[in-house]
């Protein structure tokens, strides 16, 4: 049972860690060359589409967090899940008291310095996601037999 939820939790983390990092680099910095026009259309289609992807694996992440907090199986792990937890919470506040936000003023038009705060303010979530896949790594291999 252990290992299973650690596999999911590499999984989940895994891809959002590369999503959030796409997002980061490639996708954010290239809203200023939407255009003004074609901008709402767009910005609503990259929260509707974003949502379909990135809601169930983050539900997914925080339900294998939880559980791994039940059925860590010693106090090393233990510390670990936490740890991971305590990331998920930081990633889920930055979500919703930051990024939302950003992106509901974005929602009648580009605004520069929304867009910039959006940037900036998602590498709370990048920087906590790459963490977070380290420590979800050092569980998965805490868990797993020596190798011969």
Request: charged content about 10%; glycine content about 4%; cysteine-free.
């Amino acid at each position: 049972m252990l290992t299973t939820l650690l596999l999911i939790q590499i999984l989940a983390t895994g891809f959002m860690t590369g999503l959030i990092w796409f997002v980061q680099v490639v996708h954010y910095p290239l809203f200023s060359r939407v255009g003004t026009r074609e901008f709402v259309a767009y910005e609503d289609a990259h929260v509707r589409r974003t949502t379909l992807i990135v809601a169930p694996a983050m539900l997914i992440e925080a339900a294998v967090a939880l559980a791994l907090l039940v059925f860590a199986p010693d106090r090393a792990m233990q510390l670990l899940a936490w740890i991971g937890f305590a990331l998920l919470v930081l990633i889920w506040i930055s979500t919703i008291a930051l990024q939302v936000p950003r992106h509901r003023e974005l929602a009648t038009g580009f605004v520069p310095a929304s867009a910039n705060r959006l940037s900036n303010s998602n590498w709370i979530r990048t920087a906590a996601w790459s963490i977070r896949l380290l420590v979800a790594t050092a569980m998965l291999a805490a868990a797993l037999p020596p190798i011969a």
